[in-house]
């Protein structure tokens, strides 16, 4: 397959075109940086340029995958380039709640963003609604798959949020050894390999499903993620939780970014953004390694930094709970 990725120099869109010519395909990648794959083309494009695509314009390509989240540069290229298929890289950001556990592709997403360009993170959501829009705009569902992909984890997270907590329990803040944790029982994670969704999308492109799909790694409630984070550190002393309240007064953030504990949501409403029904997507060949698995590859990688809990804050913490 004549594959191109727009993209291909950042975290999903490199492992994709990796997976790509894993596979034997003939890879593509256009962005303007140039880190992409051994055993791929590269190709200079600037797309917020309007003729940012020409040097690809004359090329016939099988498929394309796209990992963009501004809906003018997806427009230009939905119009503007020769394809068969297109897959879009989405977020299950798109859709307008995400209070219910196990919706489907079919629940209610948010209005599309009415501009070419995202400026505020606020809009990531609604910007996503209008680049798929733009999709099936030309290639219909039948040419289409638009992949809504949940938290993306493993080897290269630029974010700390899938690598907090195995490297929390393999290198503790503590000489005892004892990881602070939210006391959230019922608050649904599900990681997906950064691997396996690459992997996929590569299938996709090859015409393993169309429509639109929810890509999420197998559910685990917390304290399970937690568990399989200290398997596969070998770590073997408690995880200590403190009330979400607590936590809140001593100014920990939820979900990500400095003085954070990873993954942690507060708001019952936002439980079914991890929670959604991936059965579309396993039903098209998403395969998805077991956590353990994604996690215990994570350690030995570099430390991301301002992501979770420092040591001392960890340990100041622990000391404060203990008063
Ligand atoms: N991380 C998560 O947990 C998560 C969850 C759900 C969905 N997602 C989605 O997953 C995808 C992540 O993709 P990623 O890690 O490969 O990429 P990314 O960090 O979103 O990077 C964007 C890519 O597009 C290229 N690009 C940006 N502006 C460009 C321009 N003006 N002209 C040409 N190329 C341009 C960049 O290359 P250059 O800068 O080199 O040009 C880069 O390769 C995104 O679609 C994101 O929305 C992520």
């Not at 939905?78 to 489907?104: K, M, P, W």
């Not at 630029?158 to 005892?176: D, K, Q």
């Amino acid at each position: 397959m004549k594959l191109l990725v727009l993209g291909g120099t950042a975290w999903l869109g490199w492992t994709t075109a990796a997976s790509g010519v894993t596979a034997g395909h003939d890879v593509t990648c256009a962005a303007r940086g140039t880190n992409v794959p051994d055993g791929a083309r590269h190709v200079r494009v600037d797309r917020d340029d309007p003729d940012g695509l020409v040097p690809l314009a004359d090329t016939r390509w099988d498929a394309v995958i796209d990992v963009s989240r501004q809906p003018g540069q997806v427009r230009r290229a939905t119009r503007g380039l020769r394809t068969d298929r297109y897959v879009f890289v989405s977020t299950c950001n798109v859709y307008a709640s995400q209070a219910e556990i196990g919706a489907d592709e079919s629940a209610t997403l948010l209005d599309p963003l009415d501009a070419d360009v995202m400026t505020e993170p606020g809009d990531y959501g609604r910007a996503k609604v209008a680049c798929e829009d733009a999709v099936r705009e030309v290639f219909g569902t039948d040419r289409s798959a638009i992949v809504r992909s949940g938290l993306i984890g493993g080897p290269g997270d630029p974010t700390g949020r899938s690598t907090y907590w195995p490297r929390r329990f393999a290198e503790p803040s503590n000489p005892e050894g004892v990881v602070l944790a939210p006391d959230a029982p019922g608050l649904p994670t599900a990681l997906i390999d950064v691997r396996d969704l690459a992997a996929w999308l590569v299938r996709l492109a090859a015409g393993a499903g169309s429509g639109a799909f929810n890509a999420q790694g197998v559910p685990h409630p917390l304290p399970a993620h937690l568990d399989a984070a200290r398997a596969a550190a070998g770590n073997r002393s408690e995880t200590v939780t403190a009330a979400e309240d607590w936590l809140a007064t001593q100014g920990v953030n939820e979900w990500s970014g400095p003085r954070s504990l990873p993954l942690w949501l507060r708001d019952q409403t936002w439980y079914g953004m991890n929670a959604r029904s991936t059965e579309r997507a396993v039903a098209a060949g998403l395969e998805r390694r077991p956590l353990e698995s994604t996690l215990a590859d994570v350690l030995g990688g570099p430390v991301v930094s301002g992501a979770g809990l420092t040591d001392e804050e960890e340990r100041a913490l622990l000391a404060q709970l203990r008063q």
